[in-house]
């Protein structure tokens, strides 16, 4: 077995499958399609009965997410199914729960529009002050930093410290940082949600998500919840995420490296009013950053100066696909007021590719110019 001490994380990913195998087994993990297995006589103790609890190709991915997270990842078919999971298996009628006002929308509206029908007491704050005011009477306090789509960031360490005390339960959406730019279970979170259908999967062709935890009960409780509710993630796409995952960390390291160099660029820009961006030592969110997060991610915020300016730029540039989600290896963007945030209507999420940095600015420079015209 690889030493955690000696090896990195992304080092150890690429030989996990490889440490087990047998002469002649395949390098990859096999694509394992199957509802019903062999299972003659008393099934005790047989590991692969139904295809609702039970998939090789499933516990593969689980085994690589489980490596980067350091602690039990248990796969769902969508970022919104490892949300929803670690809600309705860990709540209960009378509990009260926290979740931030400026947040992935979806989690607010399953909050409010399902967990408030099973008399669960949902509050929101911003990302930005999120521990103003404590924890006291919360069964659980839901974070997620930076918040998407604004970038705001709280303190995760004194979140959890603040939330145990008052005895809540502490789940972390990591999805814009990944585990490799964000550790929260290092940090004190009891649960990390998080939707691979962006980064960790990278090539804008699958859904899914995780959630991962280092309590068993925990982890049972939410494997339970999956088993008996049904919302089982596909093979196939199981598969794709363990490919994706496999050159997760070049594609981060790339993401973040040219969203730092780009960042300041963009600022620099005059047809570019406030810039979010972590990375940016006057961003404020910068300080916390530093200490928290292993990167500054690959996600900048611009604002532009009018929601047709934010369009023309969009798509004026050849390199920026014009779409919804982010993480993905082409670089991507939308005016996020399209659909309701709360955010200036010039407002630009930027996910930053994989393309070359310096063409990328180019074409992002000749659309900002562009803009003067
Ligand atoms: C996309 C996203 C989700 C939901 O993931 P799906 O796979 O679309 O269900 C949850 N949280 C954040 C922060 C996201 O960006």
Redesign the pocket.
Known sequence: TMDEAEFSRAARLAHLRGAGLAKGDPIAPPLVMASTYHLPGDPAGVSHQYGRPDNPTVEALEAALGLLEGAEAIAFP????A?SAAFFALLKAGDRVLVPSD??Y??RLVADRFLKAFGIVADTRPTATFADGGFAGYRMVYV?TPS?PMLDICDLAAIARGAHEAGALVVA?N??MTPYGQRPLDLGADIVVA?D??APNGHSDV???HAATRDAGTAEAIRAWRKLAGGIPGPFEAWLVHRGLETLELRFDRMCGTAESLAPRIAAHPAVGAVRYPGLPGDPSHNLARTQMNRFSFLVGLTLQSADAAERFIAGCPLIQPST??GGVHTSAERRARWGDAVAPGYVRLSVGCEPAEDLWKAIEASLDDLRD
Do not use: C, H, R, V
């Open positions: 969508s970022g919104m199914a949300i947040g992935y979806t989690t997620e998407n959406d999805t814009t939707a259908t962006k859904l899914f998500g989600s982010f």
